[in-house]
C-alpha cells in the first residue's frame, strides 16, 4: 500500500458483477435461449415502460395522476398564472373559408335542384356562414387578452381553449398574432382531431381523461368566455355554471357570446318558470357580443367583486 487512496470509476466498474454477463453455455446449452425468453417477457418490463401494464384497469389510478401532473408542471415551468377560458363550436370557421363552403353547396345544388338533402345541407352551411362573424371575435378577444397585463410576454392572464379548430383556433390564433402565449388542451378521441396551428407548441397538451382536461380548465380560470357551440361547449359550459350554482368553486364570470343563439339554443326563462333554478342562477353569466365588450365585462366583473384581474402570480 502507497497510502493513496483509491476512488472507484464514477461511471463504470473496472470488474463485471456477477450477473452482468450472459450465464456460460459450456454447462447447458439451452441456458441462453432460456435467459432470452426471460428478457422477452412482459413480466421482465420496468414497470413505467410497460404499456400494457399501465393500460390496465387495476393502474388507471396512475395514469389519472400523470394525465393531470404532467400538465400541471409545464405550465408552472412557463409561469401560467391565470386563463381566460374560451369554448366554442369547432365548426365555426373564418368568413372566407365559411364563405367557400357556401359557395360550393350552391354549385352542388344547381347540379341537382330537386336534391332535398343538398338544399338543407346549403341552408346549414349559410347559417355557419352567417355566425363566422364569431370566429373574427374570438381572434380579437385572443388578441387584447394576449396584449393585457404588461403585454405579450406577460404570463399572468393566458388565452386556454380546448385546442381544436373553429373558435378555440380563433382565440389562439389572436393571442399569436400579437406575440402572446396561449394554451390548448385538446383530447385523444377515437377520431383524433389535429391541434390547431396557433397554440404556443410547448403549451399544447393531450389528455386521456376528459375529466382531467376539465380540471385543467377550471383550475386557472378567471373567466369563462361561450360562443355559440355543440355538444363541447354545453357541456363545459353548464359543468362550470353548476360548479358556481353550487359554490364548489369561486365565482368567475362566464360570457355568452351571441345572444341571439343562446336564447334559442337554450331557455333559462323557461328553466326559472318550471322552478328547476333559482332566479340568481340566471344571474351567474351575462350576454355580449364584441370582443370589446367581453373584455370589459370581464374584467368590470373582477373589479365590482374586490379583485384584480391581475393579482401577482
Same mark, same amino acid.
Given at each position: 500500500?502507497?497510502?493513496?487512496?483509491?476512488?472507484? %470509476?464514477? /461511471?463504470?466498474?473496472?470488474?463485471?458483477?456477477?450477473?452482468?454477463?450472459?450465464?456460460?453455455?459450456?454447462?447447458? +446449452?439451452?441456458?441462453? !435461449?432460456?435467459?432470452?425468453?426471460?428478457?422477452?417477457? !412482459?413480466?421482465?418490463?420496468?414497470?413505467?415502460?410497460?404499456? #400494457?401494464?399501465?393500460?390496465?384497469? /387495476?393502474?388507471?389510478? $396512475?395514469?389519472?395522476? &400523470?394525465?393531470?401532473?404532467?400538465?400541471?408542471?409545464? $405550465?408552472?415551468?412557463?409561469?401560467?398564472?391565470?386563463?381566460?377560458?374560451?369554448?366554442?363550436? @369547432?365548426?365555426?370557421?373564418? %368568413?372566407?373559408?365559411?364563405?367557400? /363552403?357556401?359557395?360550393?353547396? =350552391?354549385?352542388?345544388?344547381?347540379?341537382? +335542384?330537386?336534391?332535398?338533402?343538398?338544399?338543407?345541407?346549403?341552408?346549414?352551411?349559410?347559417?355557419?356562414? #352567417?355566425?363566422?362573424?364569431?370566429?373574427?371575435?374570438?381572434?380579437?378577444?385572443?388578441?387584447?387578452?394576449?396584449?393585457?397585463?404588461?403585454?405579450?410576454?406577460?404570463?399572468?392572464?393566458?388565452?386556454?381553449?380546448?385546442?381544436? +379548430?373553429?373558435?378555440?383556433?380563433?382565440?389562439?390564433?389572436?393571442?399569436? #398574432?400579437?406575440?402572446?402565449?396561449?394554451?390548448?388542451?385538446?383530447?385523444?378521441?377515437?377520431?383524433?382531431? *389535429?391541434?390547431?396551428?396557433?397554440?404556443? %407548441?410547448? $403549451?399544447?397538451?393531450?389528455?386521456?381523461? *376528459?375529466?382531467?382536461?376539465?380540471?385543467?380548465?377550471?383550475?386557472?380560470?378567471?373567466?369563462?368566455?361561450? *360562443? +355559440?357551440?355543440?355538444?363541447? @361547449?354545453?357541456?363545459?359550459?353548464?359543468?362550470?355554471? @353548476?360548479?358556481?350554482?353550487?359554490? =364548489?368553486?369561486?365565482? &368567475?364570470?362566464?360570457? $355568452?357570446?351571441?345572444?341571439?343563439?343562446?336564447?334559442?339554443?337554450?331557455? *333559462?326563462?323557461?328553466?326559472?318558470?318550471?322552478?328547476?333554478?333559482?332566479?340568481?342562477?340566471? #344571474?351567474?353569466?351575462?350576454?355580449?357580443? @364584441?370582443?370589446?365588450?367581453?373584455?370589459?365585462?370581464?374584467?368590470?366583473?373582477?373589479?365590482?367583486?374586490?379583485?384584480?384581474?391581475?393579482?401577482?402570480?
Amino acid at each position: 500500500m502507497n497510502g493513496r487512496r483509491h476512488h472507484p %470509476p464514477p /461511471d463504470a466498474r473496472l470488474a463485471p458483477l456477477p450477473g452482468q454477463t450472459p450465464p456460460p453455455i459450456a454447462h447447458d +446449452p439451452d441456458a441462453l !435461449a432460456r435467459v432470452q425468453a426471460i428478457l422477452d417477457s !412482459a413480466s421482465y418490463r420496468i414497470a413505467d415502460q410497460d404499456p #400494457d401494464f399501465l393500460s390496465l384497469d /387495476d393502474t388507471r389510478s $396512475l395514469r389519472l395522476q &400523470v394525465d393531470y401532473l404532467k400538465p400541471e408542471l409545464l $405550465l408552472r415551468e412557463h409561469g401560467i398564472a391565470h386563463t381566460i377560458v374560451i369554448y366554442g363550436g @369547432t365548426r365555426i370557421s373564418e %368568413p372566407a373559408v365559411a364563405q367557400r /363552403d357556401v359557395d360550393a353547396h =350552391k354549385a352542388a345544388l344547381q347540379a341537382d +335542384p330537386d336534391n332535398i338533402e343538398l338544399a338543407q345541407a346549403l341552408e346549414i352551411a349559410q347559417r355557419r356562414r #352567417d355566425k363566422s362573424v364569431y370566429y373574427e371575435v374570438a381572434r380579437e378577444l385572443g388578441r387584447l387578452i394576449g396584449e393585457s397585463g404588461e403585454g405579450p410576454r406577460d404570463c399572468r392572464v393566458v388565452v386556454m381553449t380546448g385546442g381544436g +379548430p373553429g373558435i378555440m383556433e380563433a382565440a389562439n390564433r389572436g393571442a399569436f #398574432d400579437v406575440g402572446a402565449k396561449s394554451v390548448g388542451l385538446n383530447i385523444s378521441l377515437p377520431r383524433e382531431q *389535429f391541434p390547431n396551428p396557433y397554440i404556443t %407548441p410547448e $403549451l399544447c397538451f393531450r389528455f386521456h381523461y *376528459f375529466a382531467l382536461r376539465k380540471l385543467h380548465f377550471m383550475q386557472r380560470a378567471r373567466a369563462l368566455v361561450a *360562443f +355559440p357551440g355543440g355538444y363541447g @361547449t354545453f357541456d363545459e359550459l353548464f359543468e362550470t355554471l @353548476t360548479l358556481i350554482q353550487t359554490r =364548489k368553486i369561486q365565482p &368567475v364570470p362566464v360570457v $355568452l357570446v351571441g345572444e341571439r343563439y343562446w336564447r334559442r339554443a337554450v331557455d *333559462f326563462d323557461f328553466l326559472v318558470d318550471e322552478g328547476v333554478i333559482d332566479p340568481e342562477d340566471r #344571474d351567474l353569466f351575462w350576454y355580449a357580443e @364584441t370582443a370589446p365588450e367581453i373584455w370589459d365585462g370581464i374584467q368590470r366583473w373582477h373589479e365590482a367583486n374586490g379583485g384584480s384581474l391581475f393579482p401577482c402570480a
